[in-house]
C-alpha cells in the first residue's frame, strides 16, 4: 500500500554504537560514504539490509541505522542472497573483508556474480587480515611484507576486478576509502543499478599495512572519469565483449598507476528477479516474504488445494465390482 | 489352485537405468488404483547406469505395509545378475523370472557385480556342487531353497513386441522392464485393463508407449497363462479401501508438508538422499497456477551447502517460513550457520535425511548414524529442537509442525528421516488437514521505534519484528548482544541473554504435548523396544508376529529428542524389567539408547543394530528379539539384504 503522502526526507543513518575502529582506519571513510549513499538516496533505514561478515568491517552494520546482519566469516552474500531472494523490495548491501569476500568466501562471490541477483557488494580491501593480527589477505600481492607478517607473502593476489568481471557482476568499481565524495557517489551508483553490483574499495590499514599506505595511495590512484574518454556502459548485449576486454585491461593496471571509478556496467543482463518472476509472475507484487500462509491459523492450503496441487501423485480408488473376485482365466 | 494372499512380496532387479524406478511406479499405481495398500522400497548404487538395484515391493489387501519383509512371491530379474544376487531370497514356492538367454552367463563374467558378493556366491554354489552361473543359481534356488524356476525368451517376447506393432526392435528392446512388469501382475491376479491403468499413470497421455507397454503385456500374459502363472499369488480383494490414496515417497511427503506448512524459501545443494524434495517443490513452486493468491515457493539451488542455509537463515529473516534440505555430508557444512540461527534466534528448518556415514560412507544407503550429529553438533551452547519421523504419514505432518516450532521458538528445528523412509514409496490416504495449525508464534507486523529484537523484559522468546517490516530496524550478530542485536561482552547480559535463550527449550519442554514427542505401540508388557525414525515399521510388524507367536510386547518410539521426553519415557523403561528392553537402531553405537541414558539416567544394555546401509526387515528382527528375550544374546546384529 502506498503512503498517502510521500515526504521527502533525509534520514539519520547513525547510531549510537561506539565505531571501535583504529584511528585512520580506512573503514571510517566507507562507513561515512555508505550512510551518506543511503541519505542521498532517501531510503527508508527498514528498507536497507546491511549484511557484513567478520572481522573489522563485519563491525559495520552496527554503526549504521538500517537492518544489520552481522554474519558468519565468508558467509555475508549467501545471507544477503536469502534476504533478497525472499524480499526483493529491499536494498541489499554486503560489506565484507577481501579476506571474507575473496578468501573464504570466493564461491560465494562467484556465485552472486553469475545469478546477477540486485544486491551490491562493497569490498573492504586493505591486504591484511586486520582483527587476527595482520596476515596477508588474498588480495596482498607476492613478495610483499607488511609489517606484522613474519616473512615476505608467498601467495599471489586475486584481482577483485578481474574475478568480479569473470563471475559476471554487471556494475563493478574500484573506489578508495579516503575519497568519500567519489566513493559517495559510486555507492549511489551501484545500489541504482539493478543487478550484482561489487566496489572494491582500497583502504589503508594503519596499524598492519605499511606498504600500502594512506601516503601511497594519494599518490597513485586516479580516476578513470577523469581519464579522457573512458565508458565502461553496455548499452546493448552486442557491446559487451569489448567492454568487458577493456575493463579486464584496466583492471590489471596496479602500480604507478591504480584506477578508480566504474570499470564495467551492464543494464541490459536479464537479473535474477526478472528470470524468477518469469516461472513465478506473482515474483515482485507478492515476494515470499509477503504473503499469507494462513488463514486465522489455518493453512491456506487446505485439503482439497493440496489434491490439486499434487493431482499427479493422487490415485482415485476403483474397487473391483463385488461379484468379481479376481480375473478368471482358463489354464 | 492357488489361494488368495492378503500380501504379495516381489523383488524386481535390473542394472541401474533399465526402468526399475517405472516399473515400480506402474505396479504401485496399479495396485493402488485397485485399493490396495503398497510399499515399496529401493537399493540403488552410487552409480547413474549399469551397477545393480532393485525394487522391494509389498502389496497388501488389509493393512499398510511400511518395512520391507523376507520369503519373497516373486524375484523378477532383468539381467544375471539379479538371479546371482536375489537368488538366495527364495524360499519355498518362490517364482524366480529370468531371461533364458542369460542362463549359460558366468558369474565371473559380470564386471559390474562386487567381487565380495561373487566370492560369498561362488562359494555357496561350489559347496552345494553346482556351477557358479545363473543356471547353477536357479537349480540351488529351485532344488535347496524350493524355487520355481520360471525362464522366458526376453528377446522373442520383445520381438513378437516388434512384429506386432511394427516398431523396430531396438524400440522394442526400451520396453523390457515391461516383462516382468506382466508376470507380476499376471501372477498376482491382474486383468490387462486392471495393469493398463498403472502404464496410463505413469506415461500419462502418451497414447503410443501406454498401447506397446498394454501390447507387450498383453504377449506376455499369453505366455505366462499357458505356463500356469496367472493368480499364483493373486491377491484377496482390498479391505476397506479409502476413495483415494497419495501415492508418495518420504521426500514428496516432507515436500506436501512443507507447502502446507507455509514454506515460502527451500535452498538446497544437489546431495543423495535429500535432492528429490526441492526437485519436488521446483516442481510446484508457482502455487498460485493452482489458486490465485497462494503466491510462490522460492526453491534455489545454491553453490554450496553452507550458502543454502545461509541463504535459508536470510529469508527466515525478512519472516518468510525457509527451510533446507541435506543429508549427513551436507549437514556437516551447515553447522557454523547452525549455531548463527541460535545465537539470533532464527526459525529455519533443516530436513536431514540420514545415510550411511561417515564421509560418503555408504552415499546411497540408509542409516540412522547421525542423531548426535543432529543433537550435538556446532561449538557453543545454543537450544535446537529435534524431531524423527518414522512413516510417511508423520513425515507430512512434522514438516509442518517443523516450520510451526521454529517460528513459535524462534530456533533451528531439524527435521530428521532417513534414506530408508526418503526412497521408499507408499499408499496415504490423503491427510486430513482440519487439526493442522500454522503458529508463527509472537509474530508483529513492526516493531515500531526504538524496537528491540532481543527484547528480554516478558520473558525467553521476544516478540519479533522481520527485517523489512514496516518502520523497523533491527540488528543480528553472531557475537553475543544486547537487546537491540548489537555486541555486548559485558558479563550481566551475557547471563542473562544466554540463559533466556537456553530457557526456550524449557518452554517448548512445557509446551509440546509429551504424545507429540514419544509414544507407545502396545501388544502387552512381555517386553518393550525401543526405536525412532523408520525402524518404527518393522518393529511395528515384529510386534505383531510375536503376538501370534503369543509374545506380547510394545514399542516406545521416540519422536521427539530435543526436548526430550523425560519423565515420560524413564516412567515407561521403569516399568519393564531390563533384560526385556531392546533398543533397535540402524547403527553401531545405539544412539538413541545412549540420549535416553543422558536424559533419563536409564540404561538399556540390549541390542539390535544394523548399519549395513540396508533397511530392517521384519523377519530378522522378529529373529533377533527373540534371540534376546530367550537369553540367547545381548545384541543382535542383522545383516539381510542386498
Known amino acids: 500500500m502506498e503512503p498517502k503522502t510521500k515526504a521527502v526526507q533525509t534520514f539519520d543513518y547513525k547510531t549510537n554504537v561506539w565505531v571501535d575502529w583504529c584511528p585512520g582506519c580506512g573503514d571510517y571513510g566507507i562507513l561515512t560514504a555508505l550512510q551518506k549513499a543511503l541519505s542521498d538516496l532517501q531510503l527508508k533505514p527498514w528498507e536497507v539490509a546491511i549484511v557484513s561478515g567478520i572481522g573489522c568491517s563485519g563491525k559495520t552494520p552496527h554503526f549504521i541505522y538500517a537492518n544489520g546482519i552481522h554474519t558468519l566469516h565468508g558467509r555475508a552474500i549467501p545471507f544477503a542472497t536469502g534476504i533478497k531472494l525472499a524480499n526483493p523490495d529491499l536494498t541489499v548491501i554486503v560489506d565484507g573483508g577481501d579476506g571474507d569476500l575473496l578468501g573464504i568466501g570466493a564461491d560465494h562471490f562467484v556465485a552472486l556474480g553469475r545469478r546477477n541477483l540486485d544486491i551490491t557488494v562493497i569490498i573492504h580491501d586493505n591486504q591484511v587480515y586486520g582483527l587476527t593480527k595482520g596476515q596477508a589477505s588474498p588480495t596482498l600481492p607476492s613478495g610483499v611484507k607488511t609489517k606484522a607478517l613474519p616473512k615476505p607473502n608467498l601467495q599471489d593476489a586475486v584481482n577483485p576486478i578481474a574475478l568480479a568481471l569473470a563471475s559476471g557482476y554487471t556494475f563493478v568499481a574500484r573506489g578508495y576509502a579516503m575519497d568519500v565524495q567519489h566513493l559517495t557517489w559510486l555507492i549511489k551508483e551501484a545500489i541504482k543499478h539493478p543487478g550484482s553490483a561489487v566496489i572494491d574499495v582500497l583502504q589503508p590499514c594503519v596499524t598492519y599495512n605499511d606498504v600500502y599506505t594512506t601516503q601511497w595511495y594519494r599518490q597513485h590512484v586516479y580516476k578513470l572519469e577523469e581519464s579522457g574518454n573512458w565508458d565502461p556502459i553496455v548499452r546493448d548485449p552486442s557491446e559487451r565483449d569489448e567492454k568487458l576486454a577493456k575493463a579486464l585491461i584496466k583492471a590489471r593496471e596496479w602500480g604507478e598507476r591504480v584506477p578508480i571509478g566504474i570499470f564495467y556496467k551492464d543494464e541490459t543482463r536479464p537479473t535474477l528477479e526478472d528470470k524468477i518472476k518469469t516461472r513465478i509472475p506473482s515474483y515482485r507484487s507478492r515476494p515470499p516474504a509477503r504473503t499469507a500462509i494462513d488463514v486465522d491459523g489455518k493453512p491456506i492450503i487446505t485439503s482439497k488445494d493440496l489434491r490439486t496441487i499434487f493431482s499427479r501423485y493422487l490415485v482415485g480408488v476403483k474397487p473391483r465390482p463385488n461379484n468379481k473376485q479376481n480375473r478368471e482365466v482358463n489354464t | ?642
Open chain 2, 1 to 642: 489352485m492357488s489361494t488368495s494372499l492378503e500380501e504379495a512380496r516381489i523383488i524386481v532387479g535390473g542394472p541401474q537405468g533399465s526402468g526399475l524406478e517405472t516399473a515400480a511406479q506402474v505396479l504401485v499405481s496399479a495396485y493402488a488404483k485397485l485399493g490396495y495398500r503398497v510399499y515399496s522400497t529401493r537399493e540403488y548404487f552410487s552409480n547413474i547406469k549399469g551397477r545393480h538395484s532393485y525394487i522391494n515391493i509389498r502389496v497388501s489387501s488389509k493393512k499398510q505395509p511400511s518395512a520391507p519383509r523376507e520369503e519373497p512371491n516373486i524375484i523378477a530379474a532383468i539381467d544375471a545378475e539379479t538371479v546371482l544376487t536375489h537368488f538366495v531370497d527364495a524360499t519355498k514356492g518362490t517364482i524366480i523370472v529370468y531371461d533364458k538367454a542369460t542362463e549359460k552367463t558366468s558369474i565371473d563374467k559380470i564386471p559390474s557385480m562386487e567381487n565380495e558378493l561373487k566370492q560369498r556366491v561362488q562359494s555357496l554354489l561350489t559347496k552345494y556342487g553346482y556351477p557358479a552361473t545363473v543356471e547353477g543359481a536357479i537349480q540351488y534356488a529351485s532344488e535347496v531353497l524350493g524355487a520355481e524356476p520360471l525362464p522366458l525368451n526376453y528377446n522373442e517376447l520383445l520381438a513378437k513386441l516388434a512384429e506386432k506393432t511394427g516398431i523396430s526392435r531396438y524400440l522394442a528392446r526400451r520396453y523390457l522392464n515391461s516383462i516382468p512388469i506382466s508376470i507380476i501382475a499376471l501372477a498376482t491376479g491382474l486383468d490387462i485393463e486392471e495393469l493398463r491403468e498403472g502404464f496410463e499413470r505413469r506415461f500419462q497421455g502418451r497414447k503410443a508407449i501406454i498401447e506397446n507397454n498394454v501390447e507387450l503385456a498383453r504377449i506376455v500374459y499369453e505366455y505366462g497363462e499357458k505356463l500356469g502363472i496367472a493368480n499364483k499369488f493373486r491377491l484377496k480383494n482390498p479391505e476397506n479401501p479409502p476413495a483415494e490414496y497419495f501415492v508418495v515417497s518420504g521426500n514428496d511427503s516432507v515436500a506436501m508438508g512443507k507447502v502446507v506448512g507455509g514454506l515460502r524459501v527451500q535452498t538446497y545443494y544437489p546431495i543423495t538422499p535429500a535432492a528429490d524434495e526441492s526437485f519436488m517443490l521446483e516442481a510446484h513452486e508457482d502455487l498460485d497456477s493452482y489458486k490465485e493468491g497462494f503466491g510462490g515457493i522460492i526453491v534455489f539451488q545454491t553453490e554450496d551447502e553452507i550458502a543454502a542455509i545461509s541463504s535459508a537463515i536470510g529469508a527466515a529473516l525478512t519472516g518468510a517460513r525457509a527451510a533446507t534440505a541435506t543429508s549427513g555430508p551436507g549437514f556437516d557444512l551447515m553447522v557454523e550457520a547452525l549455531g548463527w540461527a541460535g545465537m539470533n534466534e532464527v526459525p529455519v528448518v533443516i530436513t536431514y535425511y540420514q545415510r550411511g556415514g561417515p564421509s560418503t560412507g555408504l552415499p546411497t544407503r540408509g542409516g540412522q548414524q547421525d542423531l548426535f550429529s543432529a543433537l550435538f553438533s556446532g561449538h557453543g551452547e545454543f537450544p535446537r529442537i529435534i524431531l524423527a519421523s518414522g512413516d510417511h504419514e508423520e513425515a507430512f505432518y512434522d514438516a509442518i509442525k517443523a516450520l510451526n516450532w521454529a517460528e513459535r521458538y524462534q530456533l533451528p528445528v531439524i527435521h530428521l528421516l532417513d534414506k530408508f523412509l526418503a526412497n521408499s514409496i507408499i499408499t496415504m490416504t490423503p491427510p486430513n488437514l482440519e487439526r493442522v495449525n500454522i503458529d508463527r508464534g509472537q509474530l508483529l507486523d513492526k516493531g515500531g521505534p526504538n524496537y528491540k529484537r532481543f527484547d528480554k523484559s516478558k520473558g525467553p522468546i521476544s516478540p519479533r519484528a522481520v527485517v523489512g517490516a514496516d518502520e523497523t530496524v533491527s540488528w543480528y550478530t553472531g557475537d553475543e548482544h544486547d537487546e537491540y542485536g548489537h555486541i555486548s561482552e559485558d558479563p550481566e547480559n551475557r547471563l542473562k541473554m544466554h540463559e533466556a535463550r537456553m530457557k526456550k527449550l524449557e518452554i517448548a519442554d512445557k509446551e509440546i504435548p509429551v504424545e507429540e514427542r514419544a509414544k507407545l505401540y502396545s501388544y502387552g508388557s512381555d517386553f518393550l523396544l525401543v526405536g525412532w525414525g523408520s525402524v518404527k515399521g518393522a518393529a511395528l510388524e515384529a510386534l505383531e508376529v510375536l503376538a501370534k507367536e503369543g509374545l506380547k510386547g510394545s514399542f516406545l518410539q521416540i519422536r521427539v529428542f530435543e526436548p526430550f521426553p523425560r519423565d515420560y519415557v524413564a516412567r515407561i523403561l521403569n516399568s519393564y524389567p531390563r533384560n526385556k528392553i531392546i533398543a533397535i537402531e540402524a547403527n553401531y553405537t545405539s544412539m538413541a539408547a545412549k540420549v535416553i541414558t543422558m536424559n533419563t539416567g536409564f540404561i538399556i544394555d540390549r541390542f539390535v543394530l544394523k548399519w549395513t546401509g540396508r533397511p530392517i526387515y521384519v523377519g530378522e528382527l522378529v529373529n533377533a528379539v527373540k534371540n534376546i528375550l530367550e537369553g540367547r544374546s545381548r545384541k543382535e546384529v542383522l545383516k539381510y539384504g542386498a
